[in-house]
Structures are given as structure tokens and as C-alpha cells.
T-cell receptor
Framework: DGGITQSPKYLFRKEGQNVTLSCEQN?????MYWYRQDPGQGLRLIYY???????QKGDIAEGYSVSREKKESFPLTVTSAQKNPTAFYLC?????????????FGAGTRLSVL | QKEVEQNSGPLSVPEGAIASLNCTYS??????FFWYRQYSGKSPELIMS????GDKEDGRFTAQLNKASQYVSLLIRDSQPSDSATYLC????????????FGPGTSLSVIP
């Protein structure tokens, strides 16, 4: 089945620790995104990538880093510089603009601070 | 003004009634609009997309778009308890990349 796989489902971070959230897609989409969702709020864009080896900062990139070495993979690292990392993290990929830019989401990773 | 605004709710409707969800936006250049449904603790899933002024129907769902008024709505007919969720309005902004802006969502509760 085609889709987006995020792992782990739950993640706990200790103070001063970097953690990496995995996102893998087999939809053959070029564009991939990372969003953060806090309770009662909409999705805020952290990073996006339109093609392999290229990515851009979104609205709240501070304290986060990404890589895009393969089309299928777009991992997100939450660094120790992110002082309030507790949130629901969603990875998405999309079809091109000409086809409506419909975004498909993974199941999400819920990150908490120990 | 926020880019996409929605009433946070909760909106409560009895089973079988019509639920009406509203969304306003500020970017006049936006051309594509989406409604996503998000169950508690789950990821959003697309239920409707609309690109032209007017109505678009899909089963029990009807999306309405009025670009002049910068207004998008979603009607759910014959509401079911399984429709209870948060509904996110989203739009595609005309930028150098495909930037989708999400509203804060409206919580819908369908009462049996």
C-alpha cells in the first residue's frame, strides 16, 4: 500500500538531547513537509522540501533541522535548541501544484519532554 | 488578520441535522482550498478540495467557495456521530513553493 510512514509514534526527549523523527513515503511525491501541531491550534510549517538535496525553512524552523538525501525520506531532528518541543509532529507529502497540491499525512509522532 | 480563520467551536448538532462549518481567509491570490477532517489524536485526512467559485458536492459533503467574499464553507448533511471531529480549512498560497496554510480548526460534535 502507498503511504507515508512516521516513526516512532511516541517519543520522549531528555533535556539537552537531540531526537530524530523519521518520515518515509512511497507515493513517489517530490514535495515533503514537516508540521507541528499544538493543542487547539492548526498546523504550523517547520520545513519543506521540493526536491532531493534541497529544503527550505518554514514559519517555525528555529531549533529544528532536516535532510533530504533520498526522495522517499525526510527526517526531522529536534535539537536541544528547541526549548518547547512538546507537540504532535506531522509529516506530509504532496502532488504537484498542477494537480491541486493535495497533502497526504503520516500518522504523526507525539513528542514529549521528560 | 490571521491568514485563515475559523470558529473554534465546539459546534454541536443533533444526528441527522446539517452541520455548517465556515472559514474566511485573507490572501486574495489563493486559488485552491481544502477541508481536512482530523479525529482526536490522529492525522488530518482530506475530505474536499475546491478550486472554483460555487458549490462542489461529494456524497453528504458540500464545499462552497466565494472568492469575492474570501469565504469557504463546508456543509455536512445527515450528520452522523462518526462525523464528530475537528475540521481544518486550508488554502494554497501563491508563493515560490506550494505553501498550504491551515486554519485552527472547528470542533464538531454530533449528538445521537
Amino acid at each position: 500500500d502507498g503511504g507515508i510512514t512516521q516513526s516512532p509514534k511516541y517519543l520522549f526527549r531528555k533535556e539537552g538531547q537531540n531526537v530524530t523523527l523519521s518520515c518515509e513515503q512511497n507515493l513517489n511525491h517530490d514535495a515533503m513537509y514537516w508540521y507541528r501541531q499544538d493543542p487547539g491550534q492548526g498546523l504550523r510549517l517547520i520545513y519543506y522540501s521540493q526536491i532531493v538535496n534541497d529544503f527550505q525553512k518554514g514559519d517555525i524552523a528555529e531549533g529544528y533541522s532536516v535532510s533530504r538525501e533520498k526522495k522517499e525520506s525526510f527526517p526531522l531532528t529536534v535539537t536541544s535548541a528547541q526549548k518547547n518541543p512538546t507537540a504532535f509532529y506531522l509529516c506530509a507529502s504532496s502532488v504537484p501544484r498542477g494537480f491541486g497540491n493535495i497533502q497526504y499525512f503520516g500518522a504523526g509522532t507525539r513528542l514529549s519532554v521528560l | 488578520q490571521k491568514e485563515v480563520e475559523q470558529n473554534s467551536g465546539p459546534l454541536s448538532v443533533p444526528e441527522g441535522a446539517i452541520a455548517s462549518l465556515n472559514c474566511t481567509y485573507s490572501d486574495r491570490g489563493s486559488q485552491s482550498f481544502f477541508w481536512y477532517r482530523q479525529y482526536s489524536g490522529k492525522s488530518p485526512e482530506l475530505i474536499m478540495s475546491i478550486y472554483s467559485n460555487g458549490d462542489k458536492e461529494d456524497g453528504r459533503f458540500t464545499a462552497q467557495l466565494n472568492k469575492a467574499s474570501q469565504y469557504v464553507s463546508l456543509l455536512i448533511r445527515d450528520s452522523q456521530p462518526s462525523d464528530s471531529a475537528t475540521y481544518l480549512c486550508a488554502l494554497l498560497m501563491k508563493t515560490s513553493y506550494d505553501k498550504v496554510i491551515f486554519g485552527p480548526g472547528t470542533s464538531l460534535s454530533v449528538i445521537p
